[in-house]
């Protein structure tokens, strides 16, 4: 299952594989990782189709031991440190072993568990091949954990690609951080680790070992703009910025694009559930975008994205399958077409119904972000009995200002761009940050009409 890929790494020898703070690993000290692993696996009796949770952030051990656990055909469960409740994650997926980096590689069993039974589980310990379980991010209640053959996430990454030195700033608990990670070392690039993910950090990184891919998240881009950590140090060797994850407000795009001209900015699209598309952006400072690539097909059906995948998960471990019979899922994200490209305008459970009148978060924040004194904005629906929603805007300042101040500005600056049903109704200032440790928007429940 991963010969092909241990043949690669054996192609690439001394050159680097993994970066991690001053450390660099070549592609020879990966393979010695794996070997210890494989014998310390060997040494534990660590049977193939074992549950095993990989408690771990990016770093060079953990990939060592991830492609190890794949090599073993076990059913991986990543959770990083930033991971809300490990204990119940790993319930929900019926953990059986636990392997952190504190234990150099030995597996332990995890307490109280019995022998994971789900008929997924089955199915790939019977196929003998490895599998991985990640997490939705769902606002409330508990998250589904999507089983995924691996086997089949890996095989696109058999063709070869421009090799790049990238920063691995997603997690590995997250579909993107697992398809950095394979993109990157298939091809004989560079994965850089970071333990601090805030915009100088970042920044620094890139400087000190020549970044030349980004991948991260419209809400940290638009970090980066407003610390101006973009300006403080040298990151003349990056080349692209991949975003993703959640819709990027066209203003910090337009601002991004205006200060790195240079840069190719990207946009792209996966789901937990079905893997990383092929994407192509019209332009650095478009967000129309082409989606599919080999073994992805997409149709668009009363204005939502449907996709189906030969890398799309088996099923999920908690909840039924959301396939229809002919393998298609609902992405739930509304879209518009315009020929051959499509613009993701947001998730159907994110959208504000005013009165039957659609309103889409992200147009109205990329409106508001454009203000004096706005830090960052989060639009978001709250319950009406009159027109059944309004729009709330959540403000983070720059520097401290009256709320009736705030809501004047608000109401002079949206008319001339937004229709009256789009003017947020309700305006209010918040002091901490509104995103989750991915790096993502939170959603507030209200939302849901």
């Keep these: 299952m991963t010969a092909w890929l241990l043949d690669q790494f054996r192609e690439a020898g001394p050159a680097p594989a993994l970066v991690a703070d001053d450390r660099t690993c070549s592609y020879e000290w990966l393979l010695d990782r794996i070997e210890r692993a494989r014998r310390s696996f060997d040494e534990e009796r660590l049977a193939p189709g074992t549950v095993v949770a990989l ?151 890139i400087a000190r070992h020549r970044v030349e891919l980004l991948p991260t998240t419209p809400t940290f881009l638009n970090l980066m703009l407003l610390s101006q950590a973009l300006l403080r140090h040298d990151i003349s060797s990056l080349r692209q910025i991949t975003y993703g994850t959640e819709p990027m407000p066209q203003t910090t795009l337009d601002r991004l694009h205006a200060l790195l001209p240079n840069v190719r900015l990207s946009q792209t699209y996966g789901l937990s559930e079905l893997g990383i598309l092929r994407a192509k952006s019209k332009s650095s400072g478009s967000l129309w975008v ?17 996709i189906r995948a030969r890398s799309a998960m088996l ?17 739930e994200d509304e879209v518009e077409v315009d020929g051959d490209y499509m613009r993701l305008k947001g998730r159907r459970s994110e959208i504000i119904n005013v ?10 924040e990329s409106v508001l972000l454009r203000m004096e004194n706005v830090k960052d904005v989060l639009v978001h629906g709250e319950r009406n009995p ?58 507030l429940p209200e939302n849901a009409g």
């Design 355 to 364: 009165g039957g009148q659609k309103v889409y978060p992200a147009e109205v």
């Design 55 to 205: 408690l771990a952030d990016a770093s060079p051990e953990s990939c060592a031991l991830l492609i190890a656990l794949i090599e073993r055909q076990t059913v991986i469960v990543p959770i990083s440190p930033a991971a809300p409740d490990p204990e119940r994650l790993m319930d929900i997926a019926q953990v059986e072993t636990v392997i952190g980096l504190g234990s150099a590689a030995v597996s332990r069993p995890r307490p109280g568990t019995s022998r994971a039974s789900h008929a997924l589980v089955e199915r790939l310990r019977s196929d003998q091949t490895a599998g991985l379980v990640l997490f939705t991010s769902g606002s409330t209640g508990d998250p589904k954990a999507a089983l995924h053959d691996f086997s089949r996430l890996l095989e696109k990454f058999r063709t070869r690609r421009l090799p790049l030195r990238t920063l691995a700033f997603l997690l590995i608990d997250h579909i993107g951080g697992i398809n950095t990670w394979f993109h990157v070392l298939s091809n004989g690039g560079a994965v850089v680790s970071v333990s601090q993910r805030d915009p100088d950090s970042i920044c620094a990184t």
């Design 386 to 443: 009159l027109t059944g929603q309004v729009v709330t805007a959540r403000f983070q300042l720059e520097s401290p200002e009256p709320l009736d101040v705030l809501r004047r500005r608000v109401r002079e600056h949206c008319r001339a761009v937004l229709l009256p049903f789009q003017i947020p109704a309700r305006v209010e200032i918040v002091e901490k940050p509104q995103h989750s440790a991915r790096f993502k928007k939170i959603r």
């Design 290 to 306: 082409q989606l599919g690539g080999e073994g992805m097909e997409t149709r668009v059906a009363d204005g939502t994205l449907w």
């Design 315 to 331: 099923g999920y471990l908690n909840a039924p399958s959301p396939f229809d019979a002919d393998g298609w899922f609902n992405t």
